[in-house]
């Protein structure tokens, strides 16, 4: 059953990390702005929540610096460093 957890307004999008290019960089799909998660400033997205299965980071979820669009980053690669 799907729950209504983040109750804005923003749109929710879903990237799968393991159809990425090997750096890991994206863009938002909204708004086209080139996210890398090496980048640490806040000015490029912002961190909303993380879940961790097995002490394996599951998903991030950020929010986009430039639209505030919601994006739920999957796949992350078994041993990701979060
Ligand atoms: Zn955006």
């Known amino acids: ?9 923003a749109t929710e999008f879903t990237v799968n990390l393991a159809l ?4 890991g960089s994206f863009q938002c799909p909204k708004c086209g702005r080139s996210i890398s998660p090496d980048d640490a400033s806040e000015e490029t997205y ?7 299965v097995n002490n394996e980071l599951s998903e991030l979820i950020i929010s986009c ?3 505030q669009s919601i994006i739920r980053l999957t ?6 460093d979060a």
């Open 75 to 80: 796949g992350f690669p078994v041993g990701f």
């Open 1 to 9: 059953m799907m729950m209504k957890k983040l109750d804005k307004k």
């Open 46 to 52: 912002q961190i909303m929540d993380t879940k961790v």
């Open 65 to 67: 610096g430039k639209c």
């Open 20 to 23: 990425l290019e090997e750096d």
